[in-house]
C-alpha cells in the first residue's frame, strides 16, 4: 500500500515517492509519509529461508538468521536520510535522473544492531579496505547487461564506527517492505545511498569495489562520461529547506510563519538565516529542535510582511565549523548533492480568502489541524455560515456530507443551493484524486461547474471551486467548505466566514 499522501516522482521502472513537506513539519518523520527511493523492483524476501551472509577476509564466515540479529545488544538513534538526488529539480540547468523536488529526505528512529558487532564476530582480516553491501533487489541497467544487484561499499572506518547499524526497526515498528525488510544498513550523515535496503551479503574485501551504483552513479561528473575525473559523493552537505511558504505562495499582509528544515550530515546545524528580501539583510530563525547527531532541525521565522508586493526568501544554514550552504551549488551532470541556499519567491497581497486558507494550511501544525477537522467541528462551521447567509439575506440549501459521501457531494455541487462541508481523511478521495492533477478535479468533479481560481503552490494546493473551498493537499481533498446558491461573491463571503470560525476553532490568526 502506498499512502496517499507521498508524492508520486516515478513509478516505473520502480517506485519513487516524496515525502510531503509542506504539510508536515515533524522532527520524526510517520513511517507511512517517509519517503522511499528505489532502482529496482521490490525484491519478494521469505524471512523463514533468509538470512545474512559475511563472506571472504574474515576468520570466520557467518550467516545470521532474523532471529540471531534480534538477539544481539539492541541500539537505537535517529538519523535523517537524504537522497543524494534531493532537489535535483532545482538546478537551473537540468541535470539527468529523477526530478526530485524538496521531499527525498526524511528523518527516523533506527533500531537494530551495531554493524561493528556483526563484524567482530566474523572477525575482519587487517587486510581488508572495504567492506560491499549486497542488497537483494536487482533488475536491468541500460548500459549493462544482464541483472544487476544494488551494492555498495563503505571504507572499513565508517563501516567500524559505532553508529553503523543493520537496522531491523523503524521508529519502533519493524522495517517495512519498502524501506528493506528485514535488515538495512544505516549510514548515519552520508547520503542515503549508502545505507543498502534488503541486506543480504556482507563481503569484506581489499580492493576498491567498482559497482555502477558505487562508480557511475552516485559519483560527482562534471563532464559527460568524464568518469576520469569522477568524485564520489559520500557525507550529506551542510543544508536547509523552506517548507512553508511555497514557490508563488499568496500570503497576507502581516506577520507570516516562514518554517522548514536544516540538517548538516555528519555535522550539526548551528545556526539558520533567512532574508526576505532576496538576499541583502538576513535575519536569525528559531531553531525548533534539539541538537541531535545527524538529525535535523526545524526552525521558524516570525515575517512581518508590510507591504503588498513581490518577496524573494531565502534560508541558509550553518554547521559548528561555519561551512555556510552556497547560494549556488556545483552544477554535476547527475544532479547531486545540490545544498544550494533555498531561494523561493511569494506574494503578499491584501487579506482575501485564498491566503486566509493558506494560512491555516501552513500553520507548524498542520496535520494536526486537518486532524482537528472533525464532523462536530464542521456543524459548527455549518452554523457559521448558515449564520451569515441567513445575514445576507440569502436563503441556502445547507447539509453536511460525511466523508464517505465526497463524490456524491462533489457532483452535488453543481447544482445550486447546495452548500456542505468537506470532511475527508482520504480513503473516499483516494482513487479519483490520484489519477487526477488537483485543477481538473475541481473541473470534472463539477460537470458544467466554474472555478473560480486556483492557486497551485510547489507541493500543497488550494483550490477554489465555485463558491466552494476545498481545501486540497496533495491532490487529495482533506477537508473543506463547500457553498453555492447566490452569485460568487455571495458563496464566497459565506464560505469566508466559516474559513474564519475554523481559523478561530483550531486557535490561529
Ligand atoms: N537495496 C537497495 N538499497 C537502497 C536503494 C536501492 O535501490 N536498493 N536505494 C538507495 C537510495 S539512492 C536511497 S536515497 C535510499 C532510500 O531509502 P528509503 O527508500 O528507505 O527512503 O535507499 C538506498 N538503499
Ligand atoms: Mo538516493
Not at 541497467?141 to 544487484?149: A, H, I, K, L, S
Not at 526576505?276 to 529542535?289: K, S, V
Not at 445550486?416 to 481523511?425: C, D, H, L, M
Not at 476545498?470 to 467548505?481: A, D, F, K, M, Y
Amino acid at each position: 500500500m502506498r499512502d496517499i499522501h507521498l508524492v508520486p516522482v516515478s513509478y516505473f521502472p520502480s517506485e519513487n515517492l516524496e515525502f510531503p513537506m509542506v504539510a508536515n513539519l515533524q522532527t520524526i518523520t510517520p513511517n507511512q509519509l517517509f519517503y522511499v527511493r528505489n532502482h529496482f523492483e521490490y525484491p519478494t524476501i521469505d524471512i523463514n529461508t533468509w538470512y545474512l551472509s559475511i563472506e571472504e577476509l574474515v576468520d570466520q564466515p557467518i550467516k545470521f538468521k532474523y532471529a540471531d540479529l534480534k538477539n544481539m545488544n539492541k541500539v537505537t538513534l535517529s538519523a535523517t536520510l537524504e537522497c543524494a538526488g534531493n532537489k535535483r529539480s532545482l538546478f537551473e540547468r537540468k541535470a539527468q535522473g529523477n526530478q526530485f523536488k524538496l521531499g527525498a529526505i526524511s528523518n527516523a528512529i533506527w533500531g537494530g544492531v551495531r554493524l561493528k558487532d556483526v563484524l567482530d564476530q566474523a572477525g575482519v582480516s587487517p587486510s581488508a579496505t572495504e567492506i560491499v553491501f549486497e542488497g537483494l533487489d536487482y533488475g536491468q541497467r541500460n548500459d549493462m547487461d544482464g541483472q544487476v544487484f544494488f551494492k555498495r561499499s563503505l571504507p572499513v572506518a565508517k563501516a567500524l564506527h559505532p553508529d553503523t547499524l543493520l537496522a531491523y526497526e523503524m521508529n519502533g515498528e519493524p522495517l517495512s517492505d519498502k524501506h528493506g525488510f528485514p535488515i538495512r544498513l544505516i549510514v548515519p550523515g552520508w547520503y542515503a545511498v549508502a545505507s543498502v535496503k534488503w541486506l543480504h551479503r556482507i563481503r569484506v574485501v581489499d580492493q576498491p569495489f567498482k559497482g555502477p551504483f558505487q562508480s557511475i552513479d552516485y559519483v560527482i561528473l562534471k563532464k559527460t562520461n568524464d568518469y576520469k575525473h569522477a568524485r564520489p559523493l559520500s557525507p550529506v552537505l551542510i543544508n536547509s529547506t523552506i517548507a512553508s511558504p511555497t514557490e508563488e505562495q499568496e500570503m497576507a499582509v502581516g506577520t507570516n510563519v516562514v518554517q522548514g528544515y536544516a540538517w548538516a550530515g555528519e555535522h550539526s546545524v548551528t545556526k539558520v538565516e533567512i532574508s526576505t528580501d532576496g538576499g541583502t539583510l538576513w535575519n536569525e530563525a528559531n531553531i525548533l529542535d534539539p541538537d541531535v547527531p545527524y538529525s535535523w532541525r526545524r526552525w521558524s521565522f516570525a515575517w512581518d510582511a508590510q507591504k503588498p508586493g513581490q518577496y524573494t526568501i531565502l534560508s541558509k544554514a550553518t554547521n559548528e565549523h561555519g561551512e555556510v550552504q552556497p547560494l549556488k551549488a556545483e552544477w554535476n551532470v547527475k544532479g547531486y548533492q545540490n545544498n544550494s541556499i533555498h531561494t523561493l519567491n511569494v506574494h503578499v497581497t491584501a487579506p482575501n480568502l485564498v491566503n486566509s486558507v493558506n494560512n491555516i494550511l501552513h500553520e507548524t501544525k498542520q496535520h494536526e489541524v486537518f486532524e482537528m477537522l472533525t464532523l462536530e467541528i464542521a456543524k459548527q462551521l455549518l452554523e457559521v455560515a448558515e449564520q451569515k447567509a441567513r445575514q445576507m439575506g440569502l436563503a441556502f440549501d445547507i447539509s453536511i456530507v460525511d466523508a464517505g459521501a465526497n463524490l456524491v457531494a462533489f457532483h452535488r455541487m453543481d447544482h445550486a443551493r447546495i452548500a456542505g462541508i468537506e470532511i475527508s481523511k482520504g480513503k473516499a478521495w483516494t482513487s479519483v484524486a490520484m489519477q487526477m492533477p488537483t485543477a481538473n478535479l475541481a473541473q470534472s468533479a463539477l460537470p458544467g461547474g466554474q472555478h473560480y481560481g486556483v492557486n497551485t503552490t510547489n507541493q500543497g494546493t488550494v483550490t477554489i471551486l465555485g463558491g466552494g473551498i476545498p481545501l486540497v493537499r496533495e491532490g487529495t481533498t482533506v477537508g473543506g467548505i463547500g457553498v453555492a446558491g447566490g452569485t460568487m461573491e455571495q458563496d464566497m463571503e459565506v464560505a469566508n466566514a466559516a474559513v474564519q470560525a475554523f481559523a478561530a476553532v483550531v486557535g490561529m490568526k
